[in-house]
T-cell receptor
């Protein structure tokens, strides 16, 4: 079943611009993770934010989490052509660690050189 | 750094055949997860193992079974393959008591 809804579904920007992708989910969560997937390839873990955190940074990535709205955003600053990929949010349920992830629909990001 | 290893990377089977996918987790990772990603779809959780015991089960067909061995590697066995089983199958692993899952490159299964 689908947990997260990513918004927008596709995004095209110029290199150097910032890209913002949003994700919403339906149930209570323990954590939310963002992954990147290059065309038909593996999922690369980008960042994890816990339900008691509001914002987290990692390099050019900034993630926010609003548990009251059940939503998260991923901001990629100063985008590069190499950032072209699909991005997924995935939620981990309340409960013990090592739990399954529920993925939302991916967002396709195209960064034009 | 070592990553999750999956084999084979590509597999082509006929309908009604069987397939076995293998996953070797990152060293010291004791939990293994299997996900299925259909064309243009998001990954769907199938099954997971912790310390060689099944820990959770998702939308895995009865035709599929899996296990985790003493060396922590896992195998996904798929029988009576159907056209709709064509997908990318990902294995992920995680350290004890952590939430971050690290994914392998996937096995692309094509059923003809």
């Amino acid at each position: 079943s689908q947990q997260g809804e990513e918004d927008p579904q596709a995004l095209s920007i110029q290199e150097g611009e910032n890209a913002t992708m949003n994700c919403s989910y339906k149930t209570s969560i323990n954590n939310l993770q963002w992954y990147r997937q290059n065309s038909g390839r593996g999922l690369v873990h980008l960042i994890l934010i816990r339900s008691n955190e509001r914002e987290k940074h990692s390099g050019r990535l900034r993630v926010t989490l609003d548990t009251s709205k059940k939503s998260s955003s991923l901001l990629i600053t100063a985008s590069r052509a190499a950032d072209t990929a699909s991005y997924f949010c995935a939620t981990g349920p309340v409960g013990g660690a090592n739990s399954k992830l529920t993925f939302g629909k991916g967002i396709t990001l195209s960064v034009r050189p | 750094a070592a990553g999750v290893i999956q084999s084979p990377r590509h597999l082509i089977k006929e309908k009604r055949e069987t397939a076995t996918l293998k996953c070797y987790p990152i060293p010291r990772h004791d939990t293994v997860y299997w996900y299925q990603q259909g064309p243009g779809q998001d990954p769907q959780f199938l099954i997971s193992f912790y310390e060689k015991m099944q820990s959770d089960k998702g939308s895995i067909p009865d035709r599929f079974s899996a296990q985790q061995f003493s060396d922590y590697h896992s195998e996904l066995n798929m029988s009576s393959l159907e056209l709709g089983d064509s997908a990318l199958y990902f294995c992920a692993s995680s350290l004890p008591q952590t939430d971050e899952q690290f994914f392998g490159p996937g096995t692309r299964l094509t059923v003809l």
